[in-house]
C-alpha cells in the first residue's frame, strides 16, 4: 500500500519540501531508502523499527520502500525519522491515510519511541504555512519555536504513540500545556550611560549605528573597547518583526533556539575568540552550516583583539563586506547565507598595547609594525570609521561629573536618521547608508562646493582609493542625517575625513 507524508529538508539555511513517500507491499522482506540520502537518514531504518517494536508495533515482513523526494536534493538529518514511521503506519492501516493529508511532520524517534527535537523547525514551519498546510506535527520541546509562526496548527508531541491516538482518534496529549508566545523585541541589560569619558569613541558608535558603518577602535588595554562594543545594540535602530524572524530562522537552522528562547528578540551580538578558524568563521562543512558571519545577520560580529585572529580568518572577511552574503561551492550544490552585519573591531596599538607612549611601550619599532600589518590595508580599506580609544583618566572614573546619555536617549537620534534613510530608499533595495551602491552617490549624497572642495584635496592629499572615496561620502551622508541635512556640508565631510585618518597613524610605523 503506498502512502506519502510532507516533511521539509534544510539545504543551507533555505527549506526544501519533502514527499516522504512509503511503500509496503508483498515481497522479500527488506527496507529500502532511496532519494539522495547521508548516513543519518539512513540509519532511521533502526531507529523507526525499534522504536515501533518498543511500543508494541513490530513491522511487518513485508517489502518496504521509502522515497524522500525530489531526489536530485541531498537529504541530511533525523528530523524524517517521524514521517517515516507515520508513512509505513498508514501503510499498514494503522493510522488513517486521510489523516496524514495536509498535516506536515518533523521529528526524530529515540529508541523508547520518545521524539527528540530536530534543528530548522521556524524556517519549516513557514513553508508549511506558504504550502496551505493545515496541521505541523513537530517535537513537544520545539512546540513553542513553531508557534512563533501563526497561520496554522501547531501540535507538540512527546512521544509517538500520542501521535498515533492524535491521528486516529484526534486526541490531544493530556499533558500538553499551550503557552502563548510573546515577541518582546528590543529588551537589553547594558547602557551607554555606564561608559564614562571616550566621547570621540561614542560619537563614532553612534554614527556607526545610524548608517550600519564598520568601526575599528584602536587603544590600550582597559580603556573601555568592549565596553562600548557590548552596548552598540542598544542604541541600533530596533529590531522589526520582520528583522527577527529572519534572523530567528537562521539560529533555527544552526539548533541555537530552545523552548526558553525559541526568537531572537534583539539585534545579533556575535564575539567569537581570535582562535576561531577560518571555516568556523565564515560557514561550511560537507553539508554547509552558518558560519558565525551569518550568525551576525542584521546585528553585530565583534572581533576583540583583532591582529589575534588568523590572517585567513581575517581576509575572509572582505568578500561579506562587500557582497553581505557568503557563497559556499559544494559537489552537492552551491548555498548561499546572508551576511549583512556591522563589522565592529577592537585592538591594541603593539604587542604590549601601550604605543605610542613610550615611557610604558617596550616593543621595537619592527614588531610594532609587524603587529600593525596583521591586519591588510585592503581589510582596512573596507573599515567605514577608524577612531583611537585613549586610555581614560582618573577624573573621568572618579570625578562627580553627571552621566552620559542613555541608550534610549542616543536611540532615538539614530532612529530618527534611521527614518530618513528608509524614506530616501523606499523602492531601492538599500536599508541604510552603508550599502549605498557606487553609482547612486551622487544623487543620494549631494554636497555644496565646500564639501566637494574639501573633499576633492583630501582625495588627492590621502591618496584614497576609489572604495575608500565612497565610504567617505556613506559616512558624511549619515553625519548629515544626524544634523537632520539633506545636502553634505563641509563639516560633515571633515568629520567623516577624521575617521579614515587614524589608520594612517598607525599603518605608516
Known amino acids: 500500500m503506498f502512502n506519502r507524508v510532507l516533511s521539509a529538508a534544510i539545504v543551507g539555511i533555505d527549506v526544501v519540501p519533502v514527499q516522504v513517500e512509503v511503500d509496503v507491499s508483498d515481497g522479500l522482506p527488506q527496507f529500502t531508502m532511496v532519494g539522495s540520502l547521508t548516513g543519518q537518514v539512513k540509519e532511521a ?92 506535527v513537530v517535537p513537544e520541546k520545539n512546540e513553542r519555536e513553531a508557534r512563533v509562526v501563526t497561520g496554522l496548527d501547531i501540535i507538540g508531541f512527546h512521544n509517538i504513540q500520542d501521535v498515533l491516538e492524535f491521528l486516529r482518534h484526534g486526541i490531544l496529549p493530556e499533558s500538553r500545556q499551550i503557552s502563548e508566545v510573546t515577541t518582546d523585541l528590543n529588551q537589553y541589560d547594558l547602557d551607554f550611560s555606564d561608559i564614562r569619558g571616550q566621547e570621540s569613541v561614542k560619537r563614532a558608535a553612534i554614527v556607526a549605528a545610524a548608517g550600519f558603518h564598520n568601526l575599528l577602535m584602536i587603544g590600550p588595554p582597559g580603556s573601555g573597547k568592549t565596553m562600548i562594543a557590548r552596548r552598540m545594540p542598544t542604541i541600533m535602530p530596533p529590531l522589526t518583526q520582520e528583522e527577527s524572524l529572519e534572523i530567528s530562522q537562521i539560529y533555527s537552522v544552526a539548533g541555537l533556539l530552545s523552548p526558553e528562547r525559541p526568537y531572537l528578540g534583539t539585534r545579533p551580538f556575535r564575539s567569537p575568540h581570535h582562535t576561531m578558524t577560518a571555516q568556523a568563521l565564515a560557514g561550511g562543512g560537507r553539508i554547509p552550516r552558518p558560519g558565525e558571519l551569518t550568525l551576525a545577520h542584521r546585528g553585530i560580529l565583534f572581533l576583540d583583539e583583532m591582529p589575534e585572529f588568523q590572517r585567513n ?197
Open 313 to 509: 580568518a581575517l581576509e575572509i572577511l572582505r568578500q561579506p563586506l562587500e557582497d553581505r552574503e557568503i557563497i559556499i561551492a559544494r559537489a552537492a550544490g552551491t548555498y548561499r547565507f546572508p551576511a549583512a552585519f556591522l563589522l565592529l573591531a577592537a585592538m591594541n596599538p603593539c604587542p604590549c598595547g601601550h604605543y605610542p607612549d613610550m615611557n610604558r611601550c617596550m616593543c621595537k619599532p619592527g614588531e610594532i609594525s609587524a603587529y600593525m600589518h596583521k591586519v591588510s590595508r585592503p581589510l582596512l580599506d573596507r573599515i567605514d570609521l577608524c577612531v583611537e580609544c585613549p586610555a581614560v583618566t582618573y577624573e573621568e572614573l572618579t570625578g562627580n561629573r553627571e552621566k552620559g546619555r542613555t541608550s534610549a536617549s542616543i536611540r532615538e537620534d539614530v532612529c530618527r536618521a534611521h527614518l530618513r534613510q528608509k524614506k530616501r530608499f523606499e523602492g531601492c533595495g538599500v536599508r541604510f547608508n552603508s550599502e549605498i551602491p557606487a553609482d547612486l552617490l551622487e544623487t543620494f549624497c549631494p554636497m555644496d562646493q565646500d564639501a566637494a572642495r574639501l573633499m576633492r584635496r583630501a582625495f588627492e592629499q590621502m591618496k584614497l582609493s576609489a572604495r575608500g572615496y565612497h565610504r567617505i561620502i556613506r559616512v558624511a551622508r549619515t553625519i548629515a542625517d544626524l544634523d537632520g541635512a539633506d545636502v553634505l556640508g563641509a563639516s560633515h565631510v571633515s568629520e567623516a575625513i577624521c575617521y579614515r585618518t587614524i589608520d594612517r597613524k598607525y599603518w605608516r610605523i
Open 45 to 136: 531504518e533502526d531507529r523507526v523499527r525499534t522504536s515501533l517494536r518498543n511500543i508494541g508495533i513490530a513491522l511487518p515482513p513485508k517489502k518496504i520502500t521509502v522515497n524522500l523526494a525530489p531526489a536530485d536534493i541531498l537529504k541530511n538529518g533525523s528530523g524524517f525519522d517521524l514521517p517515516i514511521a507515520l508513512g509505513i503506519l498508514a501503510g499498514e492501516e494503522k493510522v488513517p491515510p486521510k489523516a496524514l493529508e495536509g498535516l506536515m511532520a518533523l521529528g526524530e524517534l529515540s529508541l523508547d519511541g520518545d521524539i527528540n527535537p530536530v534543528s530548522g523547525i521556524l524556517p519549516a514551519t513557514l513553508q508549511a504555512r506558504k504550502l496551505g498546510v493545515h496541521t505541523m
